[in-house]
């Protein structure tokens, strides 16, 4: 929240030319840390009047089709090619002699981003 979402709001506040102080809105989802009192409390704390959190009912397949009609499926499909990969830089390895101990995944940034 301080180092992404409060950069990007000032910036888009002065961009706008709206005030500074208006409240923003942080729509979250309903995993147990958003509603964590830990968490709303470092809000009020931290963040009083400057974020509005809505929270999203727990029945997101209701309340967001998508979720469930479109980002199911590519979720599914990108955990699939994922193993695969997995699967083939593992197979490939022992091809090449590497023992069970000796093998490195690639899990460098640019790997992992991309």
């Given at each position: 929240?301080n180092?992404?979402?409060?950069?990007?709001?000032?910036?888009k506040?002065?961009?706008?030319?709206?005030?500074?102080?208006?409240?923003?809105?942080?729509?979250l989802?309903?995993?147990?840390?958003?509603?964590?009192?830990?968490?709303?409390?470092?809000?009020?704390?931290?963040?009083?009047?400057?974020?509005?959190?809505?929270?999203?009912?727990?029945?997101?397949?209701?309340?967001?089709?998508?979720?469930?009609?479109?980002?199911?499926?590519?979720?599914?499909?990108?955990?699939?090619?994922?193993?695969?990969?997995?699967?083939?830089?593992?197979?490939?390895?022992?091809?090449?002699?590497?023992?069970?101990?000796?093998?490195?995944?690639?899990?460098?940034?640019?790997?992992?981003?991309?």
């Amino acid at each position: 929240i301080n180092g992404i979402l409060v950069p990007f709001w000032m910036a888009k506040k002065q961009q706008q030319g709206v005030p500074l102080d208006q409240p923003c809105i942080l729509q979250l989802d309903c995993w147990v840390i958003h509603r964590s009192i830990a968490f709303r409390t470092w809000l009020d704390v931290n963040h009083l009047g400057s974020i509005i959190v809505l929270s999203l009912p727990v029945q997101t397949g209701v309340a967001q089709p998508c979720d469930v009609g479109i980002q199911r499926s590519l979720k599914l499909a990108i955990k699939e090619l994922q193993h695969k990969d997995i699967v083939s830089e593992t197979l490939s390895q022992l091809t090449a002699g590497k023992t069970p101990d000796d093998l490195r995944l690639d899990v460098t940034k640019p790997t992992l981003r991309d």
